[in-house]
Nanobody, 123 residues
Framework: QVQLVESGGGLVQAGGSLRLSCVAS????????MGWFRQAPGKEREFLAT????????DYADSVKGRFAISRDNAKKTVYLQMNSLKPEDTAVYSC????????????????WGQGTQVTVSS
């Protein structure tokens, strides 16, 4: 089992950057595939990025490709989401998630979730 805690959210102007962090508990963080999702008010949860535990391969939603970057530091048990060129439509609660096995873009494939961190982008 793994517990996840996100941080790094906040208020930023359009065009700005933020880096979100997600720290995991437990001994086997390196064997989990990690993902980032977001949910805006009145909208469904949206996949953003995933990083495969074996080779670090990444995948991104088209809406954030080229602007967001997922990375991980297994020694620190942390996964990051670097967000650049932020837009007002990026405003949402951002959550990290963990799963065993292959990478996935589907939220229901992820077994463990953090509580989320709010990101607000002003115009």
């Amino acid at each position: 089992q793994v517990q996840l805690v996100e941080s790094g959210g906040g208020l930023v102007q359009a065009g700005g950057s933020l880096r979100l962090s997600c720290v995991a508990s437990g001994q086997t963080f390196s064997t989990y595939t990690m993902g980032w999702f977001r949910q805006a008010p009145g909208k469904e949860r949206e996949f953003l990025a995933t990083i495969f535990w074996i080779d670090g391969a990444t995948d991104y939603a088209d809406s954030v490709k080229g602007r967001f970057a997922i990375s991980r530091d297994n020694a620190k048990k942390t996964v990051y989401l670097q967000m650049n060129s932020l837009k007002p439509e990026d405003t949402a609660v951002y959550s990290c998630a963990a799963k065993r096995g292959i990478a996935s873009t589907r939220d229901y494939d992820y077994a463990y979730w953090g509580q989320g961190t709010q990101v607000t982008v002003s115009s």
